[in-house]
């Protein structure tokens, strides 16, 4: 079950959310091309990535950042960038461009240390987008929890696309993450759920004081829980399959 696409696109061009694809993609490619061997990765995720073991001696510091912007296979780097693509350009519109760049970082720093708090000790390098996507997911929430979001719901063969309020999409996707970070130690099976929780927290506290100056509840009344402009309708495209009625 991911997303697929929301009904809120943004009022205005969401620059920073445009640049930020643009440069992790960018940065992926080159890593492609450049680094041949597994072994070049391996050095350039311990250089570049977030260690918790370097970070507790006070070593790689730069890593909250540039972590960031690393990515594990091509899979990584589409559903990180799928979610910023969604998510990103509403709260870009709700808080400015600087603003939603220091939203982001700082999401992503607090993803960071969350994740380190269990293991500090570990040598496995922190690398991807996803803890400060969260971030951005968390304050999706708070600021347009009834906005609709495209779910594609994929079991086994079948799979159906489903308009769903973005709270119960969100909802469900942090309860996994940290039903999954409890029963899990460290970054087991490659995939960093506290850091998601994490980023996904920080993002949430982040938007709160701004959703209390535009009256709390009063501001989901007054926008029905949407972004504060008309939402697109998508028309399905129909099947050019005439249709065979049965004979009796």
């Not at 492609?32 to 790689?60: C, F, H, K």
């Not at 996994?176 to 130690?185: I, K, M, P, Y």
């Amino acid at each position: 079950m991911f997303p697929i696409r929301d009904h809120n696109p943004s009022e205005r061009t969401p620059y920073v959310t445009y640049t930020l694809i643009a440069v992790n993609i960018a940065i992926f490619a080159v890593m492609a091309v450049t680094l041949q061997s597994d072994r070049d990765l391996a050095y350039a995720y311990w250089d570049w990535g977030l260690v918790p073991y370097q970070v507790t001696r006070g070593e790689g510091l730069v890593g909250f950042i540039t972590s960031m912007f690393l990515h594990g296979g091509f899979m990584h780097l589409a559903g990180n960038m799928l979610f910023l693509f969604i998510f990103g350009d509403n709260l870009e519109d709700e808080l400015g461009h600087v603003g939603f760049i220091l939203f982001y970082l700082a999401s992503g720093i607090g993803a960071a240390l969350l994740q380190i708090a269990p293991d500090p000790t570990s040598q496995v390098p922190m690398i991807g987008a996803s803890g400060a996507i969260a971030g951005v997911m968390g304050g999706y929430l708070l600021l347009f929890p009834r906005a609709r979001v495209d779910v594609l719901f994929i079991f086994i063969i079948f799979f159906k696309i489903f308009p769903v309020p973005a709270w119960v999409m969100l909802a469900i996707w942090f309860g996994f993450q940290v039903f999954n970070g409890a029963a899990s130690t460290g970054a087991e099976g490659g995939v960093a759920y506290w850091a998601h929780a994490g980023g996904f927290i920080v993002g949430f506290l982040w938007v709160l004081p701004k959703w209390l100056r535009e009256g709390g509840p009063a501001f989901w009344r007054r926008t029905r829980g949407h972004p504060d402009h008309p939402e697109t309708r998508y028309r399905l495209s129909q099947s050019q399959v005439p249709k065979v009625r049965r004979r009796r």
